[in-house]
């Protein structure tokens, strides 16, 4: 069955250390890739995706990805995390590798919390 | 501001009945999803809807049901017959239909279904 996986439920970082959030999909072929953010109580937010071409992708808040095919992976980056990034990170997959009618597939996210 | 809201933020069902969620978006988008987000589970799919006056389910749309009549409005009722209803549900939506569109899911703030 198609998943994706977050193997970290929660990390602890110190502000201004670089954070890497771990995200394996399992699919037969390359899916569309996203991560989005969520603050308590709130919706989520698009932070970047990736379609094709340029394996390392830039988003919005300093975060970047990379899409690394051998590994079935896109981990999520920041070279130096702020307080405000305190929040949970979802992985997603979408189409046309989740099912056939644009649904997303979700992990089960990481809660990041952020040492001053 | 183009955006999705949904309303209430905060619901209450007593035993045996119906609640209604609102989901409006003014994206002019076509594609509207309910996602149900349960701690360290990330979000499932309840109902899609890809056109006006269509809907499909989605993975786990027992005790659920949905209308779309209007292209901006999208609500969710809980019946009597979801009997975990406590969650917290968001409205999502697309812009575009084809399988193979990259565009991304816009979320709303959600809306935290309790039990009285």
């Known amino acids: 069955a198609q998943s994706v996986t977050q193997p970290d439920i929660h990390i602890t970082v110190s502000e201004g250390a670089s954070l890497e959030l771990r995200c394996n999909y399992s699919?037969?072929?390359?899916?569309?890739l996203f991560w989005y953010v969520q603050s308590p109580g709130q919706g989520l937010q698009l932070l970047l995706k990736?379609?094709?071409?340029?394996?390392l992708v830039q988003g919005i808040k300093g975060f970047e990805a990379e899409f690394k095919r051998s590994q079935s992976s896109f981990n999520l980056r920041k070279p130096s995390v702020h307080w405000s990034d305190a929040a949970e990170y979802f992985c997603?997959?979408?189409?046309?590798?989740?099912?056939?009618?644009?649904?997303?597939?979700f992990g089960a996210g990481t809660r990041l919390a952020v040492h001053p | 501001d183009g955006g999705i809201t949904q309303s209430p933020k905060y619901l209450f069902r007593k035993e045996g009945q119906n609640v209604t969620l609102s989901c409006e978006q003014n994206l002019n988008h076509d594609a509207m999803y309910w996602y149900r987000q349960d701690p360290g589970q990330g979000l499932r799919l309840i109902y899609y809807?890809?056109?006006?006056?269509?809907?499909q389910k989605g993975d786990i749309a027992e005790g659920y049901s949905v209308s779309r009549e209007k292209k901006e409005s999208f609500p969710l009722t809980v019946t009597s017959a979801q009997k975990n209803p406590t969650a917290f549900y968001l409205c999502?939506?697309?812009?575009?239909?084809?399988?193979?569109?990259?565009?991304?899911?816009?979320f709303g703030d959600g809306t935290r279904l309790s039990i009285l």
């Open positions: 999502a939506s697309r812009n575009g239909t084809g399988v193979r569109s990259n565009q991304p899911q816009h």
């Open positions: 809807s890809q056109i006006v006056n269509d809907f």
């Open positions: 699919y037969g072929a390359t899916p569309y």
């Open positions: 997603a997959v979408g189409p046309p590798f989740s099912g056939g009618y644009n649904k997303l597939i």
């Open positions: 990736y379609f094709s071409g340029d394996t």
